[in-house]
């Protein structure tokens, strides 16, 4: 089954050096998942300034800078890994530097066929 890690944390509360160090570490951590067979796919992601949202209502497209909700935690970015369950997509958080500083939320994938392939 596969597993989105998503990893939120204060994106203040991260000094450059502490940044370089835990893309390297996390970047040992997608190796590691390679070899296992469990790697599907890790990114940080842009700071939230650099996000926009954008909603539709009543047919109307709007877009927004920012992040959707006001947050101490802000994503940060990701793992999608392949795991045989819950205990080890756990298991698979816990190596995640970010979890150190912030919080990594564990969801699994809704598998749909249709979708197109990796």
Not at 37 to 51: E, N
Not at 89 to 98: F, L, N
Request: with cysteine.
């Amino acid at each position: 089954m596969r597993y989105m890690l998503l990893i939120y944390a204060d994106e203040q509360a991260w000094t450059e050096p502490v940044r370089v160090e835990c893309y390297a570490e996390s970047t040992e951590v997608a190796h590691q998942l390679k070899s296992a067979g469990q790697y599907v796919a890790a990114a940080p992601l842009q700071p939230t300034a650099t996000a926009t949202s954008v909603r539709v209502r009543d047919g109307k497209r709007v877009v927004t800078d920012g992040p959707f909700a006001e947050t101490r935690e802000q994503l940060g970015g990701y793992f999608m890994v392949d795991a045989r369950n819950l205990d080890e997509a756990i298991d698979i958080a816990g190596r995640i530097p970010g979890a150190r500083l912030g919080t990594v939320e564990i969801r699994p994938v809704i598998e749909i066929a249709a979708l197109p392939a990796d």
